[in-house]
């Protein structure tokens, strides 16, 4: 499905709509498509609570995540 700009601002109810059902939608601004409304799915792994990500995943001191973050907010005086 097509909708302009205009479409987009006043009818945004009835796109999601039609992007709930599955259908995507190009939205075109003067005459040309600039950008997409597609359905929402969750993608990707799911990080369980003791996973360390990113920076963190290289790093062999933090084994245990929740000893690390215990230590961390552990009262120091």
Same mark, same amino acid.
């Given at each position: 499905?097509?909708?302009?700009?205009?479409?987009?601002?006043?009818?945004?109810?009835?796109?999601?709509?039609?992007?709930?059902?599955? %259908?995507?939608?190009? $939205?075109?601004?003067?005459?040309?498509?600039?950008?997409?409304?597609?359905? @929402?799915?969750?993608?990707? /792994? =799911?990080?369980?609570?003791? %996973?360390?990500?990113? $920076?963190?995943?290289?790093?062999?001191?933090?084994?245990?995540?929740?000893? @690390?973050?215990?230590?961390? /907010? =552990?009262?120091?005086?």
């Amino acid at each position: 499905m097509k909708a302009t700009a205009k479409d987009l601002r006043s009818q945004s109810r009835k796109l999601l709509d039609t992007v709930s059902r599955g %259908e995507e939608v190009v $939205i075109t601004y003067r005459g040309k498509p600039c950008a997409r409304l597609v359905p @929402y799915h969750e993608e990707g /792994r =799911k990080i369980k609570k003791d %996973e360390l990500f990113g $920076i963190w995943k290289e790093r062999e001191d933090l084994q245990n995540v929740e000893e @690390y973050v215990r230590r961390l /907010r =552990k009262r120091r005086f």
